[in-house]
């Protein structure tokens, strides 16, 4: 079992920067990867980014490439997702999410979630 709890959400201007964090509880952290998903109001969750487990390999949804960072620390069990040059079309709900099996853009292949955290960014 892992137990996944976002923080670091919250409201900044168009261009702003933002960090969120995913604390994992477990001993098991170094077993799964990693990933970010968001969710708009009436839209699917939907991925944005994710890490494998050693922290050396990730992938970026496009609408992200070169303003969001993924990365973890494994020695602490938690995930970051650093977010540069927000845009109101970022603002979602935003999860961490863990997969045993493999970094999948379908929230379906993923085995646990955190509760979620709001990110708003206004224009």
């Known amino acids: 079992q892992v137990q996944l709890v976002e923080t670091g959400g919250g409201l900044v201007q168009a261009g702003g920067s933002l960090r969120l964090s995913c604390a994992a509880s477990g001993r098991t952290f170094t077993t799964y990867n990693m990933a970010w998903f968001r969710q708009a109001p009436g839209k699917e969750r939907v991925f944005v980014a994710g890490?494998?487990?050693?922290?050396?390999?990730?992938f970026n949804t496009d609408s992200v490439k070169g303003r969001f960072t993924i990365s973890r620390d494994n020695a602490k069990n938690t995930v970051a997702l650093q977010m540069n040059s927000l845009k109101p079309e970022d603002t979602a709900v935003y999860y961490c999410a863990a997969s045993r099996y493999s970094i999948s853009h379908n929230y379906r292949d993923y085995d646990y979630w955190g509760q979620g955290t709001q990110v708003t960014v206004s224009s």
């Open positions: 890490l494998d487990r050693s922290g050396g390999k990730s």
